[in-house]
Antibody
Framework: QVQLVESGGGVVQPGTSLRLSCAAS????????LHWVRQAPGRGLEWVAV????????YYADSVKGRFTVSRDNSNSTLFLQMNTLRGVDTAVYYC??????????????WGRGARVTVSS | EIVLTQSPGTLSLSPGEGATLSCRAS???????FAWYQQKPGQAPRLLIY???SRATGIPDRFSGSGSGTDFTLTITRLEPEDFAVYYC?????????FGQGTRLDLK
């Protein structure tokens, strides 16, 4: 079954860290770029980060640059998002999303169900 | 950053009617890098249209996309009950990738 399954969400205090994981199945993971997209409660979609198929290149939204790091383990078909120095504005559902190509400019053809992250004291 | 502005914010229609959703970009977007997504409450978005006018796998032909440059349109003919959702446009050719703020299609 072709799917992406996120895990690692939760409630954390401001200034702390959290790592999200995304397990992929049903397709050749190492061939595709992968993104993180988030959605704050009641809000629209915000692109967060992307990593190319080979893990050599990654790009970030200005809102998370320097705090978040995307990485991947192609041998285990898993995507990660390390989130440091979390802020209240980072509260959102985080979606793991597959690009239709290996680079960073493809449209998003497969979405996970999302992992909820709440940053609150 | 390319800003995408969707209109209207909310569209209230009845099943069987047609819907026209617009998305205007602050700069020209290549048609190859423009997409539409549908999101239902409590669900992840799903791809509807890519490359401005190509339907994704499994998307019924009552959905169609058109446009170029800075103006793009999603048209839904003969609305079905399952079409009432939020629709987002996206450009994925320039960094950062950006989405419109969404158009909510409500049941009248």
């Amino acid at each position: 079954q072709v799917q992406l399954v996120e895990s690692g969400g939760g409630v954390v205090q401001p200034g702390t860290s959290l790592r999200l994981s995304c397990a992929a199945s049903g397709f050749t993971f190492s061939h595709y770029g992968l993104h993180w997209v988030r959605q704050a409660p009641g809000r629209g979609l915000e692109w967060v980060a992307v990593i190319t198929y080979d893990g050599r290149n990654d790009y970030y939204a200005d809102s998370v640059k320097g705090r978040f790091t995307v990485s991947r383990d192609n041998s285990n078909s898993t995507l990660f998002l390390q989130m440091n120095t979390l802020r209240g504005v980072d509260t959102a559902v985080y979606y793991c999303v597959k690009s239709y190509i290996g680079g960073y400019r493809g449209y998003f053809d497969l979405w996970g169900r999302g992992a909820r992250v709440t940053v609150s004291s | 950053e390319i800003v995408l502005t969707q209109s209207p914010g909310t569209l209230s229609l009845s099943p069987g009617e047609g819907a026209t959703l617009s998305c205007r970009a602050s700069q020209s977007v290549s048609t190859g890098y423009f997409a539409w997504y549908q999101q239902k409450p409590g669900q992840a978005p799903r791809l509807l249209i890519y490359a401005s006018s190509s339907r994704a796998t499994g998307i019924p032909d009552r959905f169609s996309g058109s446009g170029s440059g800075t103006d793009f349109t999603l048209t839904i003919t003969r609305l079905e009950p399952e079409d009432f959702a939020v629709y987002y446009c996206q450009q994925h050719g320039s960094s950062p990738i950006t989405f419109g703020q969404g158009t909510r299609l409500d049941l009248k």
